[in-house]
Structure formats: C-alpha cells, structure tokens
C-alpha cells in the first residue's frame, strides 16, 4: 500500500504534463485558423459604384522616375462588365479614336489586368497593358502600380 501511495504524486504530475500539452495544442491550432476573407459583395458594390461605368482620365503616369503624363492628355477610359463584375471590356479614346480590349480582377479587387488590343493600339498603350495593383482607392483617385514587380511604374486615373 505504500508503494501506491509513492506513485500518486507522479501520475498528478503526468497528468500535470499532459494537460499542458492538450492546452498548448488547443491554443496552437486556434492561432492557425485563418481569417474570414474579405466580404466580396462589399468589395464588389464599391468597384461597381466606383469604377464600372465610368470615365477616368489619366491624371498622372510615370515611368522609372519620367513623367509620361502628357502621351495621355485628353484620352478617357471606360470599364464596362459584360458578365461577370471581375472581368470585362475596356474602352480607351485617343484622339477621338476608341480601343478596345479587356480588364479582369482578381476576388478581392485588389488587382486590374489591363489588355487593350482592337485596333492596333498606339505604342503608348504598351505602359497601360499591365497587370496593376491598387496601390490607394481614394475616389474620384485609384492609385496603381505595376502587380508582383517594383518597377517603378505609376498609374494615377481620375474619375470624371
């Protein structure tokens, strides 16, 4: 009988170790559980509010520390969405002259894909042709700048 007694005051401290764990893997795994993404319907009410539809001018483009704002005076340009709010059509005037291409998103509206191709579009429309990421939303401003890359590119679009 003494024997067991010997041994209880080790099991309480098994016991001890080994609700530790249990607790220190409870806290782990709850740290490991990811975020709820971002509401898509309200990134999506605020691109279409926003930007769909739209005429923006190019306030301010530039190029490696150049500013290239002046090769887009007076040019507007215009998403529209044909099926999907994450993708569609793009329309830039030059001169009088409509291009037309397409845009995409990706689900959270944090990048624009930009492809202006019909007619063959001028030279200067090879800087737009980019996948850009919003860099600020601070309409009647979206601020970009060239996705996955530092290059030193900006794009500022003004909402008319």
């Given at each position: 009988?003494?024997?067991?007694l010997?041994?209880v ?20 795994l709850a740290s490991?559980?990811k975020p709820?993404a971002?509401?898509s ?6 691109f279409?509010s926003?930007i769909l539809n ?7 483009a530039s190029d490696s ?6 090769r887009?005076?007076?040019d507007?340009v215009v ?12 329309t830039c005037?030059k001169a009088g002259t ?13 990048q ?5 191709t ?6 200067e429309?090879?800087f ?6 919003f860099?600020?939303?601070d309409?009647?401003?979206?601020q970009?700048?060239p996705?996955?890359s530092?290059?030193?590119k900006?794009?500022?679009?003004e909402?008319l």
């Amino acid at each position: 009988m003494l024997l067991k007694l010997k041994n209880v005051p080790s099991f309480k401290n098994d016991m001890r170790l080994v609700i530790a764990i249990i607790f220190a893997l409870i806290l782990f795994l709850a740290s490991c559980v990811k975020p709820p993404a971002p509401d898509s319907a309200i990134g999506q009410a605020l691109f279409t509010s926003n930007i769909l539809n739209r005429n923006f001018i190019i306030q301010y483009a530039s190029d490696s520390g150049v500013d290239i704002t002046s090769r887009y005076a007076l040019d507007t340009v215009v998403l529209t969405n044909d099926t999907s709010y994450f993708n569609g059509t793009i329309t830039c005037s030059k001169a009088g002259t409509p291009y037309t291409g397409t845009w995409s998103s990706n689900s959270d509206y944090s990048q624009l894909n930009i492809n202006i191709t019909t007619p063959t579009p001028p030279a200067e429309f090879s800087f737009l042709n980019i996948s850009w990421r919003f860099t600020k939303k601070d309409f009647p401003i979206m601020q970009l700048a060239p996705w996955g890359s530092t290059a030193p590119k900006v794009l500022y679009m003004e909402r008319l």
